[in-house]
């Protein structure tokens, strides 16, 4: 018998999205709709053979790891985890296997990622969240909105998500420029974008400056107190990454005293937002539950690859290999 956990389940989709069954009677496959505390984990999980993440919401170290014994395989969703120790576990040998791609766009398309990007940086310069809750009390017009035409989209990271943001841009009528530590005149040539050369020039030139950079210990903290301070008064900070790519205290203090005009966020540093959060008492900010990978297709797409990745391992051939 094989025991299969499905994590973060927060849809209650996860069953009825791949062909789970088609595992055989032998694999016993039970889905998390709840985050499940940190110090809960070992509990909870020890008798599970198979452990499957959505990407990093919840964060696999050394310490909970080494306390599931019963540990044969991991799947994540992604072909990278920041939150799992995908060394410990090469070093145990138990292997790791990932999804590409998320099926969420057709080719020519834009990710549903940027999708997503694209709707939080209308919300927050056409003030939509704001004004939907000032008719619903009975206000009418608090603000005036402001215009995309004319204005910088300050790009961090020039990757798949960052490239196909500027499609869109482009059809609003604005300048894109773009920098990251990696990128290069050439890949910013190709997409059709001004490479600036320093991250406070990008700061200091965005109109909307949206991240599009994979977690790492190069990009944790990447965005904090000084950056935040060089971005323009009337400024929007988008984040549909990760979190932790930008101080989430420092996020707070700038938007509370103004340093920046809005932040409209998709990611967090924990996740789900816990109940009465600090940012959900301001009003200048836009909030989306991690939805940049959740659509229909994508969902589909990725748990069936983790139904692949499973029968793979059980065939003894894993594949999708993280090392």
Same mark, same amino acid.
């Given at each position: 018998?094989?025991?299969?956990?499905?994590?973060?389940? +927060?849809?209650?989709?996860? +069953?009825?999205?791949?062909?789970?069954?088609?595992? /055989?009677? @032998?694999?016993?496959? @039970?889905?998390?709709?709840?985050?499940?505390?940190?110090?809960?984990?070992?509990?909870?999980?020890?008798?599970?053979?198979?452990?499957?993440?959505?990407?990093?919401?919840?964060?696999?170290?050394?310490?909970?790891?080494?306390?599931?014994?019963?540990?044969?395989?991991?799947?994540?969703?992604?072909?990278r985890n920041a939150s799992l120790d995908v060394a410990y576990l090469?070093? &145990?040998?138990?292997?790791?296997?990932?999804?590409?791609?998320?099926?969420?766009?057709?080719?020519?398309?834009?990710?549903?990622?940027?999708?997503?990007?694209?709707?939080?940086?209308?919300?927050?310069?056409?003030?939509? =969240?704001?004004?939907?809750? =000032?008719?619903?009390?009975?206000?009418?017009?608090?603000?005036?909105?402001?215009?995309?035409?004319?204005?910088?989209?300050?790009? =961090?990271?020039? /990757?798949?998500? /960052?490239?196909?943001?500027?499609?869109?841009? &482009?059809?609003?009528?604005?300048?894109?420029?773009?920098?990251?530590?990696?990128?290069?005149?050439?890949? =910013?040539?190709?997409?059709?974008?001004?490479?600036?050369?320093?991250?406070?020039?990008?700061?200091?030139?965005?109109?909307?400056?949206?991240?599009?950079?994979?977690?790492?210990?190069?990009?944790?903290?990447?965005?904090?107190?000084?950056?935040?301070?060089?971005?323009?008064?009337?400024?929007?900070?988008?984040?549909?990454?990760?979190?932790?790519i930008v101080d989430e205290r420092a996020l707070i203090t700038a938007?509370?005293?103004?340093?920046?005009?809005?932040?409209?966020?998709?990611?967090?540093?924990? @996740?789900?937002?816990?109940?009465?959060?600090?940012?959900?008492?301001?009003?200048?900010?836009?909030?989306?539950?991690?939805?940049? +990978?959740?659509?229909?297709?994508?969902?589909?797409?990725? +748990?069936?690859?983790?139904?692949?990745?499973?029968?793979?391992?059980?065939?003894?051939?894993?594949?999708r290999r993280i090392q």
């Open positions: 018998m094989t025991r299969v956990a499905v994590l973060d389940d +927060y849809q209650f989709r996860g +069953y009825e999205l791949a062909d789970w069954a088609s595992l /055989g009677p @032998e694999v016993i496959v @039970e889905f998390f709709h709840r985050r499940i505390e940190p110090g809960h984990l070992p509990l909870v999980l020890g008798g599970f053979n198979v452990l499957v993440l959505m990407r990093e919401r919840t964060r696999f170290d050394r310490a909970v790891l080494s306390q599931l014994p019963a540990l044969e395989l991991v799947v994540t969703t992604g072909m090469n070093e &145990r040998g138990v292997p790791v296997s990932g999804t590409d791609g998320t099926g969420a766009a057709r080719p020519g398309g834009v990710p549903s990622t940027a999708e997503v990007a694209w709707a939080l940086i209308l919300a927050a310069v056409k003030r939509v =969240a704001v004004e939907d809750r =000032a008719i619903r009390s009975g206000a009418w017009q608090l603000g005036v909105p402001t215009n995309l035409a004319g204005s910088t989209l300050g790009l =961090a990271g020039l /990757g798949h998500l /960052g490239a196909a943001m500027v499609g869109p841009a &482009r059809a609003f009528g604005m300048e894109v420029i773009a920098w990251s530590e990696n990128l290069t005149d050439a890949r =910013a040539t190709e997409v059709g974008v001004t490479r600036v050369a320093t991250k406070e020039e990008l700061l200091a030139r965005s109109d909307v400056l949206s991240i599009h950079l994979v977690l790492s210990e190069r990009t944790r903290g990447l965005f904090g107190e000084a950056e935040l301070h060089r971005m323009k008064p009337t400024a929007v900070l988008v984040n549909t990454s990760r979190g932790p938007l509370r005293r103004r340093r920046i005009a809005a932040a409209a966020l998709d990611v967090f540093d924990r @996740e789900p937002l816990p109940a009465h959060h600090p940012l959900t008492d301001l009003d200048n900010v836009v909030l989306t539950p991690h939805l940049g +990978y959740v659509s229909e297709s994508g969902l589909r797409h990725m +748990y069936g690859q983790v139904v692949e990745d499973i029968a793979a391992f059980r065939r003894g051939e894993p594949i």
